[in-house]
């Protein structure tokens, strides 16, 4: 089994986003971000549960995501109801938590559940985490979006305790 | 020809996109029917002819892998080819969706064509 330790989680939480964003929403990916998502900010997060365990969590503003719903859903941007919205970036989280689970450990089983999505004010200039093992920032059209993977424990304690697993049986 | 289409998905904002990927793609839909869960589409698949099935997996109620299995065993449904959709692409999972007669996988994310030729795919083999 290769080490998950050795993984760049950050490379493949990236290529996911980029993927996800390009392929199902026309959106360009301009690059790495040395901004944050800022305004009024829907923030969608669910767990996934295998090894690793953890939780991916994607925010963006409702004025960056609003023409990319337009996009995915065929609709007039400024039709939209703020429910599709929170539909759009659910979906959006399952997708990229999905796709970088894919990248890394596509011959593990894991179990996802149902994104939960919540609105945020976030002014400017306020760092929206205090702690996670991996985030990635992107340059978007039309703004910022933000991705991160937090693991429940760090990977070298789940690869140890898999070990374990493993010995046992 | 037109094809009658079930999208099953508990998203409505996916089933929105698949619908209009369909037309985007050149996919002839004839008649496009909408289930949230596997319930749901059962009841579709019982008062609709459809041509085929896209489903996702998980759901509430009764998830993609069940429907599948129900279709499966059901005299009257198990010639409909299913496709699955899915953001799940480990290899587990896809041995397990087609060992129980789904007909094809497509991974989210994919392009318009991808989900177009999956559907062709399948609908030729079924016409074979």
Same mark, same amino acid.
């Given at each position: ?73 065929? #609709? ?26 894919? &990248?890394?450990?596509?011959? &593990?089983?894991?179990? #996802?559940? %149902?994104?939960?999505? %919540? ?51 | ?128």
């Amino acid at each position: 089994m290769p080490s998950l330790v050795v993984l760049d989680w950050n490379a493949f939480l990236f290529a996911a986003a980029q993927e996800v964003l390009e392929t199902m929403f026309f959106t360009s990916v301009y690059g790495i971000s040395q901004g944050s998502v800022t305004g009024n900010v829907l923030f969608s997060t669910l767990r996934f549960e295998g090894y690793p365990s953890g939780t991916v969590t994607i925010g963006i503003s409702e004025e960056t995501v609003r023409p990319m719903a337009a996009n995915f859903l065929g #609709l007039e941007a400024d039709e939209i109801t703020l429910n599709q919205l929170e539909q759009v970036c659910s979906e959006l989280a399952n997708m990229v938590c999905g796709n970088v689970l894919s &990248r890394t450990a596509a011959d &593990r089983t894991f179990r #996802l559940t %149902h994104p939960q999505t %919540h609105q945020k004010m976030v002014p400017n200039g306020v760092k929206t985490v205090t702690f996670s093992a991996i985030i990635v920032n992107l340059d978007i059209e039309n703004g910022v979006f933000t991705s991160q993977i937090d693991f429940d424990s760090a990977l070298h304690d789940q690869q140890e305790e898999n070990s374990k697993l493993n010995a046992i049986v | 020809m037109a094809f009658s289409v079930l999208i099953v998905d508990d998203s409505p904002a996916m089933r929105a996109f698949i619908r209009r990927v369909l037309v985007m793609s050149g996919f002839d839909v004839g008649h496009c029917v909408e289930a949230s869960d596997g319930e749901e589409a059962l009841i579709a698949l019982s008062r609709n002819w459809i041509d085929v099935v896209l489903t996702d997996i998980n759901m509430p109620r009764m998830d993609g892998e069940e429907l599948v299995r129900r279709m499966h065993h059901d005299d009257l449904m198990k010639h409909i080819p299913v496709v699955v959709v899915s953001t799940d692409s480990t290899e587990s999972r896809m041995s397990t969706l087609l060992k129980l007669g789904a007909k094809g996988y497509v991974t989210k994310p994919f392009h318009p064509e991808q989900l177009k030729m999956e559907l062709e795919r399948v609908l030729e083999v079924q016409h074979a």
